[in-house]
């Protein structure tokens, strides 16, 4: 059995992995993918912690989760196509537009 | 505590032997004729010389993000095909399985509402015509 | 969470009378579905009324809506689908809102996509679907229905923002807010992920009985015991236990902090602002209306339901592990920082930006006083027994009252100023630099009063709502509070005359400065002259009827923190008959806080 100090840990690592590609990551596209891996590390904490409470609760919310994550993939996906077509590349430094 | 992790193991260990196996069956199975192009660097169906900054055509984008909605839509086949038994029951289930109530429709009609919203989605993606390839 | 067991019978009956139960909320999100259907299979010609087919849908929900608001069956909270969502006073006033905000921007949303010459027919539909999950935030009973809310509102609004493909900021806004956005969604989802964690729950009634146990119920010492004696080999099963036992405050602690952070740069609160004047000014102007209206009540009803409502235990309120004097620091940065920034603007949409954001700062202040006054309810029922009724639990109603009374007001007046700078756009360039709206009463005299009542209302001069919303506030939260407290009540009204500075200097070049040689060219159509002189109504309506308005949002506070418990009018004939019957010996102090009562 494996305790869920280990699940944990994975959770924890992978989110602060995703934290880190967030903050320092310039491509909107990997931006994207670092919020996607932050929300699969929120679900193998879920799907973990389901485990631990022996109540399905946690399985269920990580099965919307992911249908959520792709909605938000797919918009993200669309609006970052959008302005790599205005402009060829989608640097998020670059967005120099909408200022005070 | 180790030994907790062996079927994690197993699987990682499956996976690599399944990938070696099915490229060295590639390698000593498949036939080899060599041409020009065969013979160019692979570089994922693009030209290997030129400028790297060639635009993909859009489409690819929308079909990949079609497909990304819709196949997460599966997932949730599953939870309701396993509890199928419950929904299609109006007792309580007995030993085995068993219905000890009445039949009844309505597991499949929520998992028609939820498809019927799908396939609105469908019909409405094919009527912006999304999916044209021309 | 304790389920009955499944049987399809009673389900199929059960699920269509919740859906009564829902009837607003489920309409306007079968309007979406059927405006997205609407515009895609109907003939070109039909989808003219894409606006019309959406207003009546909304029109279906305003009544269905009334009739859940006048009902009393609903007072002490009414739980639909197996406690995943709840209807209750509160959630019926947060659906008459909506449904009306979500009107109010379909009546312009058109007309100015059709000038600016980006129609499109999905811009109905995802207004509703967007409004839907704002409603479902306003039911929300469990942490998946709250992070659905939020998800399915958000990401409708990054597409809405995004919209308009023949200008390049709306592209640039939506990808920051988008960013921004998600990330902050990942952030809310780790922390339910930490409180599920920490109590074994996602249902709000579980979470709250789980948080009241963190912090008492320690250790299953004998259990931890027999595991560790049973040698090595037992270990994770140990560490389970002591993730169950001992770690759940470690647990709940960090959850707590991640979905506060998460929900507070939903509302667009210092330091997580930065995305918001940008999104604004980039988006198309009705949707800006929409996210300062629609999307920022959502964002307050979340606080509330979660953190006013669920995590007001006395230890979670309290040094050490409170949350609420962080919150009460980010309201002082917020309503500085935020009016600070509006006086420097002289773009429209940026100052009604900022001025949002400081809105925020007063808003907060009310959250972090209901809070407290909750917490300090728990502590003495923990002390007094169950049913006791303290002056700090009115004290907290009447905060919840108050905060739920301004973000009505707020959201009203708002809407109706972002509708203005909406309608001021006629042609390809926005009317959005101050000059450009000087004079604007003499050659608009009705839509430039229209617009300083509202712009008076959000100042919060006497006789608009403005000014009865945050009397109430400021006065729910002065009270009784303690001198920090105070203190940033006093700071707030010093920010309130700073706020008075912009507003006004925006209501003086409108009425006294002379009017430029061109003559603005406004939206064609009377939606939005229509959505302004409403809201501009409702701004002094409000303020006349402030009494019976402040009555119903007391009485949907009351409910919403103690579903569907007793009500407090039946809680203090209790309290009554018991002091008459009372037993001369002492009671004796019950040993655990009751969770839930």
């Known amino acids: ?100 | 505590m180790a030994a907790s992790y062996l079927p994690a193991l197993v699987f990682l260990a499956f996976a690599a032997v399944m990938a070696t196996v099915l490229l060295l069956l590639t390698m000593v199975l498949g036939p080899k004729r060599r041409t020009p192009i065969k013979d160019e660097p692979f570089e994922c169906g693009s030209d290997p010389i030129g400028s790297p900054r060639v635009k993909f055509g859009v489409k690819f984008y929308q079909v990949a993000i079609l497909f990304l909605v819709f196949d997460i839509e599966v997932a949730f086949l599953y939870p309701w095909a396993s509890l199928f038994r419950e929904l299609s029951c109006t007792g309580p289930l007995g030993p085995g399985g068993v219905c000890t109530g009445a039949p009844t429709l309505f597991g499949l009609a929520e998992m028609l509402v939820f498809l019927g919203i799908l396939v609105l989605a469908l019909g409405y993606v094919l009527r912006k015509r999304a999916l044209d390839w021309a | 969470m304790t389920h009955a067991p499944f049987v399809a019978d009673t389900m199929a009956s059960a699920t269509l009378q919740d859906l009564g139960h829902l009837a607003p909320m489920a309409i306007v999100g079968l309007w979406g579905l059927l405006l997205m259907a609407t515009d895609a299979f109907a003939a070109v010609g039909f989808r003219h009324f894409q606006r019309r087919i959406a207003l009546f849908g909304l029109a279906l929900a305003f009544v269905a809506g009334l009739t859940i608001y006048g009902n009393a069956d609903y007072d002490g909270g009414v739980e639909v689908f197996r406690g995943f969502l709840v209807v209750d006073p509160f959630s019926a006033i947060l659906d008459l809102v909506l449904v009306g905000l979500c009107a109010g921007t379909v009546l312009v949303a058109g007309d100015y996509a059709r000038t600016h010459r980006f129609e499109y027919g999905e811009q109905e539909s995802l207004l509703c679907i967007a409004t839907f999950g704002a409603m479902m935030v306003g039911h929300a009973h469990d942490l998946l229905a709250l992070f659905l809310g939020i998800e399915t509102m958000s990401i409708s609004v990054y597409v809405l923002v995004g919209a308009r493909w023949n200008a390049k900021p709306s592209a640039e806004a939506a990808l920051k807010y988008f960013l921004m956005g998600a990330f902050a969604s990942a952030i809310l989802l780790m922390g339910i992920a930490l409180l599920y964690g920490a109590t074994g729950a996602t249902a709000f009634e579980g979470i709250r009985g789980g948080v009241a146990e963190a912090f008492t119920r320690w250790l299953r010492i004998n259990d931890l015991a027999r595991a560790l004696d049973q040698g090595h080999t037992a270990s994770p099963a140990a560490s389970d236990l002591v993730i169950q036992g001992v770690a759940k405050a470690a647990l709940l602690i960090p959850g707590v902090l991640l979905v506060l952070g998460a929900l507070l740069f939903k509302v667009s609160a210092v330091p997580m602002h930065m995305w918001t004047p940008d999104a604004y000014e980039g988006a198309p102007t009705p949707v800006t209306a929409f996210m300062a209206s629609v999307v920022k009540v959502a964002g307050v009803a979340a606080l509330l339901r979660l953190f006013v409502a669920t995590f007001s235990t006395h230890r979670l309120v309290t040094a050490p592990y409170g949350w609420t004097t962080a919150v009460a620091l980010v309201a002082f940065l917020t309503m500085t920082v935020g009016n600070l920034a509006a006086v420097r603007q002289s773009n429209v949409k940026r100052l009604l930006a900022y001025s949002s954001i400081a809105h925020v700062g007063y808003l907060l202040l009310g959250v972090v006083a209901a809070a407290n006054f909750y917490g300090e309810a728990f502590a003495s029922d923990a002390t007094l027994g169950g049913d006791g009724l303290s002056w700090s639990r009115d004290a907290g109603d009447t905060a919840v009252a108050s905060v739920l009374l301004y973000i009505v007001v707020y959201a009203v007046a708002s809407l109706g100023a972002f509708v203005t700078v909406a309608w001021l756009s006629g042609n390809k360039h926005e009317a959005l630099e101050a000059y450009q709206w000087s004079g604007l009463a003499r050659r608009h005299p009705g839509m430039a009063l229209g617009m300083t009542v509202c712009l008076l209302s959000l100042m919060g001069l006497p006789p608009m709502a403005g000014f009865f919303g945050k009397l109430f506030l400021f006065r729910a939260v002065f009270e009784n509070s303690n001198p920090w407290l105070q203190f940033l009540v006093v700071w707030a009204l010093l920010n309130a005359v700073v706020g008075a500075y912009y507003y006004l200097r925006l209501v003086v070049a409108m009425y006294f400065h002379t009017p430029p040689k061109t003559a603005p060219v406004v939206l064609p159509g009377k939606g939005a002259p229509a959505v302004v002189a409403v809201t501009a109504g409702l701004s002094v309506a409000l303020g006349v009827l402030m009494q019976p308005t402040l009555d119903r949002a007391d009485l949907a506070a009351r409910a919403f923190n103690y579903p569907p418990g007793p009500s407090k009018a039946r809680r203090v004939d209790g309290l009554r008959a018991a002091w008459e019957a009372r037993d001369p010996t002492p009671p004796v102090a019950a040993e655990e806080p009751s969770p839930g009562t």
């Open chain 1, 1 to 100: 059995m494996v305790p869920i100090t280990h699940f944990l840990y994975l959770a924890i690592l992978l989110f602060l992995i995703g934290v880190g590609g967030v903050l320092l990551r310039r491509n909107a596209l990997f931006v994207l993918m670092s919020i996607e891996l932050m929300l699969n590390a929120a679900n193998v904490a879920l799907v973990a912690f389901s485990r631990l409470h022996g109540n399905h609760d946690g399985q269920v919310f990580a099965f919307f989760v992911i249908a959520v994550a792709a909605a938000e993939a797919a918009v993200g996906l669309a609006i970052i196509v959008a302005i790599f077509r205005s402009r060829d590349d989608v640097d998020i430094d670059d967005l120099g537009l909408l200022r005070d």
